[in-house]
């Protein structure tokens, strides 16, 4: 399946058979270089809350996983954001990150399984990945650290709920990547750092279908 540059599509992040979030993305470009999305600035999003309303990182995990979950409507109010999904379908995302004034600011190393793609008859087309929760954040002279290790740590320590279960490799896949970022390979390259979206780009919509149920 490849999608068409200015298609819009549904980047969702599911866990264990529930979504995580949704965020209409628009497709920049599918090709050898890999699907290169566009989130806007204001595009409506979907979250996964607790019960009683509350987000995830709000709390310990331990509680959250006591509460009961539900699906919160919001929108990305930060600037916009570009995500790569590399070829050979990597354990990672590679995401640029904008400051207010769109100024380009790094890159960010979201560590995920691979994506799968997905069209629904109605009418939705997607991507699927679940978030492994480590990251890595990439400053634009490439020198990089680890992010979230305590929230990795603590969801670990209660495996009957978390959907990590290979701790090991999704180090080892962040250290790989760590390899490419000190080079200045490509992505870490300069590549798309100063992307502008199309003028005619109007902030996506969730499309029917957006809730399908999940792909694992």
Do not use: C
């Amino acid at each position: 399946m490849v999608f068409t540059p200015g298609q819009v599509i549904m980047h969702r992040n599911t866990r264990r058979g529930r979504i995580g979030w949704v965020r209409p993305a628009r497709v920049v470009s599918d090709d050898e270089r890999g699907l290169l999305l566009w989130i806007a600035r204001h595009t409506p999003v979907v979250n996964e809350v607790s019960g009683d309303g509350r987000g995830m990182r709000t709390m310990p995990f331990a509680e959250f996983v006591t509460l009961g979950t539900s699906l919160k409507h919001g929108t990305w109010d930060g600037p916009g954001v570009l995500k790569l999904h590399r070829p050979g379908d990597p354990a990672h995302s590679v995401w640029w990150f904008r400051n207010a004034a769109d100024e380009f600011t790094g890159w960010y190393v979201n560590l995920e399984r691979p994506a799968i793609r997905w069209s629904d008859p109605g009418g939705a087309s997607g991507v699927d990945v679940t978030d492994e929760d480590l990251d890595i954040i990439v400053a634009p002279d490439r020198s990089w650290q680890w992010k979230d290790e305590e929230e990795f740590a603590e969801r670990l320590a209660i495996p009957e709920h978390y959907w990590v279960d290979d701790e090991v490799a999704v180090r080892e896949e962040g250290l790989r990547v760590a390899k490419e970022i000190e080079a200045g390979a490509f992505p870490f390259d300069g590549t798309w750092t100063d992307f502008v979206p199309p003028p005619e780009w109007e902030v996506p919509d969730l499309a029917p279908g957006w809730d399908r149920p999940a792909l694992r």
